[in-house]
């Protein structure tokens, strides 16, 4: 111990270099910022296109919000952005969220092909990269869930906004029946009918999602949440049938001939997990 003693006046400790700490969100410049905010900025105009098309506007008539948008100047400040923040190595949230936003912007600015073209090449070029298929365990895209990047809604966007409404790719989803057409339990359309109002039930109220005080403790706060959004009728149908669902093909997911309706089954067991951890620990683990 006396021979670790340091001396008042000895030489300063140097700094400690930071090289070999990679920024790979590429979020430490000051242009990220501002790339940032276009890019929320961007989803929350193309949710209101989606919006008013669902409801039966124009598509002309629904896009002249986002073209109001990109008159201002927006767009091409975008353009300038993303060649500066996202040109060093890695960063994959951040590239593969402009990717998709670039996906986005030629489906206004040039037709429906040429987007279909580009989402293509990102599902080639980029995800299979940071998932690649012969590395059954080994994959970045853990990266993006962290990340401050939107890259998942871009996609989605994209999903939402050119649907490909006759491919089986994920499953045909049909009524009691198997992948091979054996008969089934399941009752995929409605399952993803209960499964849409559950959740717009969820989004249109977002008091259920925050976080009181008179709950008591952080922990105690987390756990009072989700009790909240468990105490939904049609959500807690939903977790009740995807018990089953996860019982059932926990094995073997593509028996049930319908990929995204296991993919949503193990999302809502998550809830249930969430329901479990009465200290919040997981929570905790998470923040």
């Known amino acids: 111990l006396v021979g670790a003693v340091i001396s008042l006046d000895a030489a300063p400790v140097p700094d400690l270099p930071l090289d070999d700490f990679e920024d790979d969100d590429c979020i430490e410049s000051q242009e990220s910022d501002l790339l940032l905010h276009l890019m929320h900025e961007l989803g929350g105009v193309l949710e209101q296109v989606l919006l008013q098309i669902e409801a039966g506007v124009n598509k002309d008539t629904a896009w002249e919000l986002f073209d109001h948008w990109s008159a201002a100047g927006r767009v091409d400040a975008m353009h300038g952005l993303a060649p500066a923040v996202l040109a060093r190595p890695y960063c994959e949230p951040g590239k593969l969220a402009w990717l998709s936003t670039t996906c986005l912007l030629l489906f206004r600015g040039a037709n429906e ?6 989402a293509g090449s990102l599902d080639e070029d980029m995800l299979s990269q940071m998932t690649v298929l012969s590395l059954k365990h080994e994959t970045r895209l853990h990266l993006v869930l962290r990340s401050p990047w939107p890259a998942f809604r871009m996609l989605d966007l994209l999903a939402r906004l050119i649907p490909q409404n006759t491919s089986t790719r994920l499953g045909a989803c049909k009524k009691n029946t198997m992948w091979n057409s054996d008969p089934d339990v ?4 409605q399952f993803k009918s209960m499964l849409a109002d559950a959740a717009t039930q969820l989004v249109s ?18 756990i009072a949440r989700w009790q909240r959004i468990h105490s939904i009728p049609d959500m807690k149908e939903l977790v009740y049938i995807s018990h089953d669902v996860f019982d059932a093909y926990r094995k073997s997911h593509y028996k049930a001939g319908c990929h995204l309706g296991v993919i949503s089954s193990y999302i809502l067991q998550i809830l249930v997990v969430h329901l479990r951890d009465i200290e919040g620990r997981l929570q905790k683990l998470v923040s």
Do not use: I, T
């Open 186 to 189: 399941f009752d995929w359309p």
């Open 205 to 222: 109220d977002e008091s259920v999602f925050q976080l009181r005080q008179e709950d008591g403790p952080l922990s105690r706060q987390y």
């Open 113 to 118: 092909e040429q987007a279909l073209e580009c």
